[in-house]
């Protein structure tokens, strides 16, 4: 089988398959050069280095200052006019500037912050069992993983209830717009979907903003625009952007864990059985586990700012190089037995929340909380849920997304 990363058909192939190529990739002395083709409309370089190995994820990811995260991380990068438009997410940016935004929003994230929405998440998960047992068994996604991790953002900003239903609207053009394109017509009408999508999000984010600065109330709109870190707050298109990251990175990474998790607790029932027999022993190795072996986000990308020598290959300032989580977490000389799912295993290395560094997941405590509030309603209340059949993917090469996954109880 013949590898290249940069080919969109690549990411059609079964995740097996693409497991074995990146072992492949895993085993050879070096990086691997990738030449990508040009999409109109799309910024795209001339290629990149696949890093494959735990150990050069690592390093990057701690070494900021040499692999940037400007232009921009995801594959191909954004085109310059999305800047102007949209104004700039900190997943994109590098310190001081990452920095500071990162300090503001941060607050949203403390222990204390997490610990007030405990509640809520509970509440929330009990009303999706209570739906789920009235409805009857169908689709995972729809019926359980979509509903939570979009719900407890929302709760956070405090989006009104009657304007939920058009969050949600616009957050799944967005998603479908991060699969793989088959063509120039179909990126161009993607492309325009989304614009429209983001920019209502924001204007939606901005006006509650400015109606919440004269009159705040507990959520984070009104945190955000009311705070003053070290001098400093949000301005309005920084609120609008955090807004639209929040929704597009906690959103479907904790929906495809979820949706890929019920199905390894039903490939796995002795490790199923671990778990249920002791929840709160093994829930949070369930986890990591969980997060190891689907790599909800399967690569970020840097661009390299000096000569640098990685492993031998030498590295020029301006090359690209791409972060494969999903293929650094199945690296055995860090995870033994890599392809076996194991909830007792030491997780801790694992790069699933991103490596070591500035950009390491922001809401990694939050995601690690729904899920382990999911799973326990799920199983005390339904304790013969299981998955069904195989999921439906959806074709990226960026979330290791699930469209569907049928389930019964
Ligand atoms: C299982 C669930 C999740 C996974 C696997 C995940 C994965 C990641 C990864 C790999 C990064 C690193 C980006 C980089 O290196 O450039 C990241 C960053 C980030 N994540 Fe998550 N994430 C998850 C859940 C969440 C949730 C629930 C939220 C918030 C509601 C969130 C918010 C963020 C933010 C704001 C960043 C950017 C941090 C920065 O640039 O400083 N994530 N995430």
């Given at each position: 089988?013949?590898?290249?990363?940069?080919?969109?058909?690549?990411?059609?192939?079964?995740?097996?398959?693409?497991?074995?190529?990146?072992?492949?990739?895993?085993?050879?002395?070096?990086?691997?050069?990738?030449?990508?083709?040009?999409?109109?409309?799309?910024?795209?370089?001339?290629?990149?280095?696949?890093?494959?190995?735990?150990?050069?994820?690592?390093?990057?990811?701690?070494?900021?200052?040499?692999?940037?995260?400007?232009?921009?991380?995801?594959?191909?990068?954004?085109?310059?006019?999305?800047?102007?438009?949209?104004?700039?997410?900190?997943?994109?940016?590098?310190?001081?500037?990452?920095?500071?935004?990162?300090?503001?929003?941060?607050?949203?994230?403390?222990?204390?912050?997490?610990?007030?929405?405990?509640?809520?998440?509970?509440?929330?998960?009990?009303?999706?069992?209570?739906?789920?047992?009235?409805?009857?068994?169908?689709?995972f996604?729809?019926?359980?993983?979509?509903?939570?991790?979009?719900?407890?953002?929302?709760?956070?900003?405090?989006?009104?209830?009657?304007?939920?239903?058009?969050?949600?609207?616009?957050?799944?053009?967005?998603?479908?717009?991060?699969?793989?394109?088959?063509?120039?017509?179909?990126?161009?009408?993607?492309?325009?979907?989304?614009?429209?999508?983001?920019?209502?999000?924001?204007?939606?984010?901005?006006?509650?903003?400015?109606?919440?600065?004269?009159?705040?109330?507990?959520?984070?709109?009104?945190?955000?625009?009311?705070?003053?870190?070290?001098?400093?707050?949000?301005?309005?298109?920084?609120?609008?952007?955090?807004?639209?990251?929040?929704?597009?990175?906690?959103?479907?990474?904790?929906?495809?864990?979820?949706?890929?998790?019920i199905k390894?607790?039903t490939?796995?029932?002795?490790?199923?059985?671990?778990?249920?027999?002791?929840?709160?022993?093994?829930?949070?190795?369930?986890?990591?586990?969980?997060?190891?072996?689907?790599?909800?986000?399967?690569?970020?990308?840097?661009?390299?700012?000096?000569?640098?020598?990685?492993?031998?290959?030498?590295?020029?300032?301006?090359?690209?190089?791409?972060?494969?989580?999903?293929?650094?977490?199945?690296?055995?000389?860090?995870?033994?037995?890599?392809?076996?799912?194991?909830?007792?295993?030491?997780?801790?290395?694992?790069?699933?929340?991103?490596?070591?560094?500035?950009?390491?997941?922001?809401?990694?405590?939050?995601?690690?909380?729904?899920?382990?509030?999911?799973?326990?309603?799920?199983?005390?209340?339904?304790?013969?849920?299981r998955s069904v059949g195989?999921p439906?993917?959806?074709?990226?090469?960026?979330?290791?997304?699930?469209?569907?996954q049928a389930f019964?109880?």
């Amino acid at each position: 089988m013949e590898i290249d990363l940069a080919d969109l058909g690549f990411w059609r192939r079964p995740l097996k398959e693409r497991h074995e190529a990146f072992a492949r990739l895993r085993d050879l002395d070096r990086p691997v050069f990738f030449e990508e083709k040009r999409v109109p409309l799309l910024r795209s370089g001339r290629g990149f280095y696949a890093l494959v190995r735990h150990a050069d994820v690592v390093e990057a990811s701690r070494n900021a200052k040499v692999f940037s995260s400007e232009p921009g991380v995801t594959s191909p990068e954004p085109p310059g006019w999305v800047k102007h438009v949209f104004g700039e997410s900190m997943v994109n940016m590098d310190d001081p500037r990452h920095a500071r935004l990162r300090r503001i929003v941060s607050r949203a994230f403390s222990p204390k912050m997490l610990s007030n929405l405990q509640g809520d998440i509970d509440a929330a998960c009990a009303r999706i069992v209570d739906d789920v047992t009235a409805s009857g068994p169908g689709d995972f996604v729809t019926q359980v993983a979509a509903k939570l991790p979009i719900h407890v953002i929302c709760d956070m900003m405090g989006i009104p209830d009657d304007v939920r239903a058009k969050v949600h609207q616009h957050v799944d053009i967005s998603t479908a717009y991060s699969g793989v394109r088959p063509s120039l017509a179909h990126t161009v009408r993607m492309a325009a979907q989304n614009t429209l999508a983001l920019l209502a999000l924001q204007r939606l984010v901005i006006n509650m903003g400015r109606e919440r600065s004269g009159a705040p109330g507990n959520d984070l709109v009104s945190a955000l625009v009311t705070a003053n870190v070290d001098g400093e707050r949000l301005t309005d298109r920084e609120l609008g952007s955090f807004f639209t990251l929040l929704l597009v990175a906690g959103n479907e990474t904790a929906r495809n864990t979820m949706a890929h998790g019920i199905k390894l607790l039903t490939d796995n029932p002795e490790q199923r059985r671990l778990l249920v027999d002791d929840f709160d022993a093994h829930i949070g190795g369930a986890i990591e586990e969980m997060v190891r072996y689907v790599s909800p986000i399967m690569q970020f990308r840097r661009t390299v700012t000096e000569d640098y020598d990685l492993r031998g290959l030498q590295l020029k300032a301006g090359d690209k190089v791409v972060l494969f989580y999903g293929s650094a977490n199945r690296d055995e000389t860090v995870f033994p037995d890599a392809d076996r799912f194991d909830i007792t295993r030491d997780t801790k290395p694992h790069v699933g929340f991103g490596g070591p560094g500035p950009h390491f997941c922001l809401g990694a405590n939050l995601a690690r909380q729904e899920i382990r509030a999911m799973f326990r309603e799920l199983l005390t209340r339904l304790p013969e849920i299981r998955s069904v059949g195989e999921p439906e993917l959806l074709v990226s090469n960026f979330d290791n997304s699930v469209r569907s996954q049928a389930f019964t109880f």
